[in-house]
């Protein structure tokens, strides 16, 4: 749904998980788009305008590609949100990794696992980085989640908070 056409924007949740993206809204908790961390192609900064950040989808039952946008108030939200989201991309690389390490060797040999590609994860820029260990061995994992929140009397139409739950 384009919001271009929306008389108020919806307050939502966006929910990052090493599972996928969530848009949650925020009023009655229902899921209104759920994203595969495996159907996510790339997520990039607006150089230009760093408070602006998207990613890319692809539907599987259509094979269309589709780019979801935000804008935060806050450019340190907006890193942070991208490395979040690098991070998740880690973490399902390396938990598929530890899957096929799991096989048996007598799996079929034309069965495939499809990941991301392992790229590094830029460092946080001062005042960004949340303190979370993620510990591969007790399957620990972090789920961040950000509320965003309508503003009327300002350019940009969102102001964004944010919480943490680490499990």
């Not at 929306?6 to 996928?20: A, D, E, N, V």
């Not at 994203?35 to 094979?63: M, V």
């Not at 991208?82 to 991070?87: E, N, S």
Request: charged share 25%.
């Amino acid at each position: 749904k384009s919001t271009e056409h929306m008389k108020k924007i919806p307050t939502i949740i966006l929910s990052i998980t090493y599972k996928g993206v969530k848009f949650i809204d925020a009023s009655n908790k229902n899921v209104i788009a759920e994203h595969e961390i495996r159907n996510i192609s790339c997520a990039a900064q607006d150089p230009e305008d760093l408070c602006t950040f998207a990613y890319i989808t692809k539907d599987l039952q259509t094979s269309h590609h589709y780019c979801h946008v935000f804008s935060t108030v806050d450019v340190n939200l907006t890193y942070e949100i991208i490395l979040t989201l690098g991070q998740a991309f880690e973490v399902a690389y390396q938990l598929a990794l530890q899957a096929q390490r799991a096989k048996p060797l007598g799996a079929a040999a034309g069965e495939v696992i499809e990941t991301k590609s392992s790229k590094p994860v830029p460092k946080p820029r001062a005042g960004v980085r949340k303190s979370a260990v993620l510990d591969q061995d007790s399957q620990s994992h972090a789920s961040v989640s950000w509320v965003v929140d309508p503003k009327q009397d300002s350019k940009r139409t969102l102001s964004t908070k944010y919480e943490t739950t680490i499990f």
